[in-house]
Structures are given as structure tokens and as C-alpha cells.
């Protein structure tokens, strides 16, 4: 159930992201916390994260999570609508 939230919202972030970068960057963020929280969550409670059948450590999840939310964060504030062709 968890997996099928997670790409349910990654998919709403990618899809207000194509519309509009600048709310793409503010959900982008709340994702990525929320996603942060539920990681740590599992990591705390003894389970293991794995990315592309690889174990990552706590160390490396908050490495890439701390990359997409600065990411996220540039999205936010100096985010553009995207300009039609």
C-alpha cells in the first residue's frame, strides 16, 4: 500500500511539475518530507531501503532525500511557468 501512495503522489509532483515548476517545486518538497519521514520510519523500526535491488544506508537515503529537497526548494522560488511553444 505504501509503494502505490508513493508513486500516486510522485505522479501528481510530475504532473503539476509539467504545469507549473514553481508548484511543482512546492509539492516536490512536501513530497520529498514525507517521503524522508517514511524512510527514516522504516530504517528506525529495523526494515531496509533498497534502490535498483541495491541496500542503501541511512547515511546515503539522507544524502539523495537532502539533494532532491534542495532541488525541490530552487523549484520553488525561482520556478517559472513553463513557456508555450
Known sequence: MDRMIILIALLIVIIAGSINR?????????????????????????????????NISREIFLAIMGFFLIYNLILAVIGEKKKEE
Open 22 to 54: 514553481r508548484v511543482g517545486g512546492i509539492l516536490g518538497v512536501i513530497f520529498t518530507g514525507g517521503l524522508t519521514y517514511w524512510g527514516l520510519n522504516v530504517i528506525k523500526s529495523g526494515g531496509t531501503l533498497f534502490i535498483l535491488k541495491y
